[in-house]
């Protein structure tokens, strides 16, 4: 299966993975949650799909479209998927562009903090952690000080945050790698009793930010495991973090060359597939 990414408007651009191996309802090679669509949408976002396997031309015709971006969760290859080799592209590009002054934002959840490590570093530093279905509190850092992305009371108190990745950031190959320590700040971490994890970062002088939870299954997936929580704190702290992604596109001015491409790169053009109650994600887009 494939990962995609998304597109706001403020266009956020969200990018496709290849289909989930042995995901029933897959069409064509890959898709996109829906979840982090509605994510997106809820606080005022229009979403252009990423689609994997098109040229880098295509790609940096979208980039230049589009106001934010957003690395989803998932599980393919940081190093060799599709998915990968687009988030290196829309990373370059984010770079490049805040660079030279353009602002860009980049979220990454889950999967997506995961690949922006990677990307960061050049390196694949995670390790294997106990959190595979697990709901936590954050533990905020000192260098969380008067950040906007997340507010304390309740997230640091109640179980607010659905976990279900199996690889982390350890905060001891954060803290032992240059790269990582100059480019990311780290807000929040959490453990699973045996390793300390970076769960929410921020870099230093980009505007990406990255979590290692999961801020859209609060109020949009279903699937009756443990670690899912659907409690008000949840939601609100769901939304927040959305609202403040947004926020953040809305400072970008890219867009379309015409309200016809604009039209056709829409995900309006989608319509999401029901996966049953017991999916993983409740309801998917496919993409060819
Ligand atoms: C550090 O990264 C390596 C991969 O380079 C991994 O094998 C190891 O488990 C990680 N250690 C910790 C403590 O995270
Ligand atoms: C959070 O979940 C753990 C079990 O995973 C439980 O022990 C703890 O009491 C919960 N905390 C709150 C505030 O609900
Ligand atoms: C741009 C790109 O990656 N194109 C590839 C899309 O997928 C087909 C078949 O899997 C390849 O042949 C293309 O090279």
Redesign the pocket.
């Known amino acids: 299966a494939g990962v995609a990414g998304l597109v706001f408007f403020p266009r956020s651009g969200v990018l496709a993975q290849e289909n989930i191996v042995g995901d029933p309802h897959a069409q064509g090679s890959s898709y996109i949650a829906a979840s982090y669509v509605k994510h997106l949408e809820s606080a005022g976002a229009r979403v252009v799909p990423i689609r994997i396997n098109r040229t880098d031309e295509e790609y940096e015709k979208i980039f230049n479209s589009i106001n934010g971006l957003l690395l989803p969760g998932g599980g393919v290859d940081l190093q060799i998927s599709q998915f990968s080799r687009l988030s290196k592209i829309f990373y370059d590009l984010a770079i490049k562009t805040n660079d030279a002054s353009d602002y860009f934002p980049v979220w990454g959840t889950c999967q997506g903090l995961q690949q922006m490590t990677v990307l960061s570093s050049n390196?694949?530093?995670?390790?294997?952690t106990e959190t595979k279905a697990v709901a936590l509190p954050l533990t905020f850092t000192p260098d969380s000080m008067g950040i906007c992305l997340l507010y304390k009371s309740k997230m640091s108190e109640d179980n607010i945050t659905s976990n279900f990745h199996s690889w982390?950031?350890?905060l001891?190959?954060y803290s032992?790698n240059a790269k990582l320590k100059h480019f990311y700040k780290v807000l929040t971490t959490n453990t699973d009793g045996r390793?300390e994890?970076i769960s929410t970062m921020e870099a230093n002088h980009y505007p990406f930010y990255a979590v290692q939870w999961h801020p859209e299954k609060s109020p949009f997936e279903w699937v009756d495991k443990p670690g899912m929580v659907h409690s008000a704190a949840s939601v609100r702290a769901s939304f927040y973090t959305a609202l403040f992604f947004v926020s953040e596109a809305m400072k970008n001015h890219h867009k379309f060359s015409s309200a016809s491409e604009e039209e056709r790169a829409l995900i309006y053009n989608y319509y999401p597939v029901f996966t049953g109650l017991d999916g993983i994600f409740l309801q998917n887009y496919y993409f060819d």
């Open positions: 390196k694949n530093l995670l390790t294997l982390s950031l350890s001891q190959n032992r390793r994890f």
